[in-house]
């Protein structure tokens, strides 16, 4: 089984772009985008030419400014609104606009167009041949092929995107991001690097430190960033990623308190991002814990899951797991930590099959979920699939651990196929691949020892263990202590 | 100086006493258009009905300059307000001999008698009379005629191209500046906030120079591409293809842009940066394009939806460096030919005419 505390960068999340948008706060569209000067006359202009003339034209004139104006709603922007209300019907785009200018909490519905693309290729295919100018749409494109797993006609889209709209921080994340989906994260750093924003802007400057520390290659720019936060022109939120991708590479150089210090300051105003990268250190017990509730956070769906495991409420944690997933469709993660969860914590291995399932379109060429997925069918009596799955996930597994691991899992299949001396084999070869890996050894004892005692080879007392269960990370490196027993037998 | 102000503070100004004048050039005024001084171009002026000997109906802009010497800093506005004159009338004159364009049918000054004075000599244009503009004309009815706006857009389009041929960029093109002639069809006019390549005025220096409820967005963040007339002739290429929404939906592409932007909530991610925003604004313009397409359909003009989305699309990019023809790849001259547009809305027109048959 994979683990939950695998190697863990502040990776940039590839979303589609009003997913993006729900994500961010600050300041509104308002400010850049508002009128200049003399906005006043100009609405005093338009109201007059609205009591000369009450029609639409003159209305939605009028109720145009009324929107962007610091005054408040006059008597005849609330009678044009009206007027509007009158002429139009429910969802048309003029009645919204009506209603926002005259009253600023209206609700505003999500845009249509934008709801309806993330779920249907065609829609943002003729939203592309009615403006092929925007690449936020060619990468929603890109998105939707590259989870179809049609990867080529994705690198399309892509270029599209980065062609047109290459100096924005979203176009370039998501960019990098998927060709670390295509399994090309040194193209994902040129890109990066390429771009006029690579030494000034935080979002692009933390993807860049967060791919070259989690694929080890390149230097990452760490001085940059530390210019970045050094300059004082950011906010809080806007510098969160760099300093969670920071503090990251200063726990691996071994400096603790530079790295909590970090931390710290990520949470001062995180990403989803960056709080559950406060989690996951928080699991491996690099920071004391996290003073940031991921409750109300929006998308924060991989911070809750880590929160309620490390709690022990492993439900909730695989509850959170299948939102993760909906969110981050691309990424194998929320597959190989909530299969995990669900095999190893709680014994539900459907529920672990059905999110493996949900994955595979997009991370079929994920070992791990492969092997996750083996595990799950061999413990439901279905040898023949676990054998397959565990083919699958030698042809593409190159890692050590992950060899490890798989011949684990084989060591489980062999056991329930009635091999025991095969069975045995198997998980003596993946001890002294994993054993340096107190958790991995601790899981690999207790199925081990699990299977022995079923077969009635060796008892709980003869292990010297009081129950066969494993509720926590804790409770499973407890068992690492009975390999000395197992590999006697 | 002190004088003037009293004098004309509270009773009438020069420019607001023609009616009844001859101005000694074949013309009589008639009837005061517009009872309080409206703010065009910059400088204040005054509307009149005129006619001349022959029975032609036109229209006189007086301008009113007491409003000049009411100001702190007078010497500078009376300049100001005299340039902006000038310019227009020169303007008028040099590309009012077009047909798509509205005519200048005199100009001069003319003496107002009682007490004024010397400050009695009123500058007037006289220009063509028109039925109305679009926005008028729009406000009459509740549906639309899709031949009729269609071609209404054409003749704007070949107005815009005539300016453009001579070296004119019109800058501040909105429903209330395309006017409506019985015999003649639409015209443009209002040449008060344009830009002359060979004359150079203070509208150059303007980033907003026209109306900014209908300004495209790079002027609202003061981005310029080249930096000479050709950032010109994007904006007009953008003001022109905003009239389609207006036309159809009877919103101006700007207010419907704006609206469409902070409908995705993107706050956060704009950053007051045109070269980095553009990517959210080319989002919201998608949006806006297909609330375009969506009306039309709903209207029931579905072959020629798709037709006209891709052309306002180009003319309307929220970018100025890919605004226009798109086998064009550098901002230049030809990239924004409103020649070729004209082209393209007169085929979707006549597509449409031959639909009515």
Redesign the interface.
């Known amino acids: 089984m994979e683990t939950l505390d695998s190697y863990r960068q502040v990776i940039p999340r590839w979303v589609l772009f009003h997913r993006a948008c729900e994500t961010m706060v600050g300041k509104g569209v308002k400010s850049v985008l508002s009128a200049p000067d003399g906005a006043r006359g100009e609405l005093d202009r338009l109201r007059r030419d609205w009591t000369a003339n009450k029609s639409m034209p003159y209305a939605l004139d009028l109720l145009g400014v009324a929107l962007f104006s610091d005054e408040e709603p006059s008597l005849e922007a609330k009678e044009a609104a009206k007027l509007v209300f009158r002429e139009t019907n429910e969802g048309d785009v003029r009645r919204e606009l009506a209603s926002v200018a005259v009253d600023r909490d209206a609700p505003l519905t999500q845009n249509i167009f934008s709801v309806a693309s993330a779920g249907n290729v065609k829609v943002l295919r003729d939203r592309l041949k009615r403006f092929p100018r925007d690449p936020t749409t060619w990468m929603d494109l890109g998105f939707h092929l590259a989870l179809l797993g049609n990867l080529r006609n994705a690198r399309r889209c892509v270029a599209a995107a980065v062609g047109s709209g290459g100096a924005h921080p979203f176009i370039l994340r998501s960019a990098s991001r998927f060709f670390i989906h295509a399994g090309d994260p040194r193209e994902a750093l040129h890109l990066l690097r390429g771009s006029s924003l690579s030494r000034s802007n935080p979002w692009i400057v933390s993807a860049d430190i967060a791919i070259s520390d989690g694929f080890r290659i390149n230097a990452p720019k760490v001085s940059v960033a530390r210019g970045i936060l050094g300059s004082g022109r950011y906010s809080a939120f806007e510098l969160s990623e760099i300093r969670s991708a920071l503090a990251t590479i200063e726990f691996g150089a071994g400096s603790g308190a530079k790295a909590r210090k970090l931390v710290g300051e990520s949470l001062i105003e995180p990403t989803e991002n960056a709080l559950a990268q406060a989690f996951w250190a928080a699991g491996r017990g690099l920071v004391p814990g996290v003073s940031v509730d991921p409750k109300n956070r929006v998308n924060a769906f991989e911070a809750r899951a880590r929160n309620f495991v490390a709690r022990e409420k492993h439900g909730q944690a695989l509850e959170q797991c299948f939102e993760w997933l909906k969110f981050q469709p691309l990424s194998a993660r929320p597959a190989a930590f909530g299969s995990f969860v669900a095999a190893v914590f709680l014994e539900r291995h459907e529920e672990a099959l059905k999110l493996i399932d949900l994955a595979f379109p997009a991370s079929g060429n994920v070992g791990v979920l492969h092997n996750n997925k083996a595990f799950s069918l061999v413990s439901l009596g279905q040898i023949e699939g676990a054998l397959k799955e565990v083919e699958c996930a030698r042809s593409i597994s190159s890692n050590r651990v992950d060899s490890g691991v798989l011949e684990a899992t084989m060591g489980l299949i062999e056991f329930r196929r009635g091999d025991v001396e095969e069975g045995r084999a198997c998980y003596k070869r993946a001890y002294h691949t994993i054993r340096k890996d107190e958790l991995l050894l601790g899981l690999l004892c207790y199925y081990w020892l699990r299977e022995e005692i079923r077969i009635g080879s060796v008892s709980l007392a003869d292990a010297g263990v009081s129950k066969l269960e494993v509720k926590s990370e804790k409770d499973a490196r407890t068992f690492a202590k009975v390999a000395k027993i197992l590999l006697k037998l | 100086m002190q004088g003037a102000g009293g004098k004309f503070g509270a009773g009438p100004k020069p420019a607001e006493c023609l009616v009844g004048l001859d101005l000694g050039n074949g013309w009589h005024v008639k009837a005061m258009v517009r009872p309080s001084p ?2 065009t171009g910059g400088h204040f002026s005054v509307g009149y009905l005129v006619e001349s000997d022959s029975g032609r109906i036109g229209f006189l802009k007086a301008l009113d300059f007491i409003e000049a010497l009411r100001r702190p800093n007078f010497t500078d506005a009376l300049q100001e307000m005299t340039a902006a004159y000038n310019f227009e009338r020169d303007v008028a004159l040099k590309c009012g001999q077009t047909n798509r364009v509205v005519s200048v049918l005199a100009h001069g000054s003319v003496r107002v008698s009682g007490s004024f004075g010397d400050l009695g000599n009123v500058a007037y244009i006289i220009f063509e009379k028109a039925e109305g503009d679009i ?2 004309e ?3 009815h ?1 549906d639309f005629d899709l031949c009729w706006c269609l071609r209404s857009l054409h003749h704007a389009a070949l107005g815009m191209n005539q300016l453009h041929l001579k070296g004119v960029a019109h800058q501040d093109m909105k ?1 209330s500046n395309v006017f409506w002639f019985m015999d003649d069809g639409f015209k443009i006019g209002d040449f008060g906030r344009s830009s002359d390549q060979a004359l150079p005025s203070a509208n150059d220096l303007f980033s ?1 120079p026209g ?3 209908y300004a495209p ?1 790079e002027q ?2 003061g981005f310029r591409v080249t930096g000479d007339f050709t950032d010109r002739c994007a904006a007009d290429l953008y003001l022109l293809g905003s009239l389609f929404f ?1 036309f159809f ?4 592409a ?3 842009l ?15 940066d045109f ?6 604004l ?2 919201g ?3 806006a ?3 375009l ?1 969506d009306e039309l359909r709903k209207s029931g003009f579905r072959d020629l939806a ?1 037709r006209i ?2 052309v306002v ?1 180009e003319m309307c ?1 929220p ?1 100025p460096r ?1 605004r226009g023809n798109r086998k064009v790849k550098l901002p230049c001259r030809r990239k924004y030919d409103i020649q070729r547009y004209a082209s393209l809305i007169n085929d979707i027109t006549q597509r449409a005419e031959l639909g009515m048959l």
Not at chain 2, 249 to 252: A, G, M
Not at chain 2, 275 to 280: E, F
Request: with cysteine; proline share 3%.
């Open positions: 409206a703010a926005r008028a729009l406000a009459k509740k429903p907003v109306d900014a409820s967005p609202l963040y207006f939906l009877k919103v101006s700007t207010h419907l704006r609206f469409c932007v902070g409908k995705l909530g993107s706050g956060a991610i704009l950053s007051g070269s980095a925003d553009v990517v959210i080319q989002r313009f998608g949006d394009l297909g609330h397409e798709g989305v891709r699309g990019d970018d890919t």
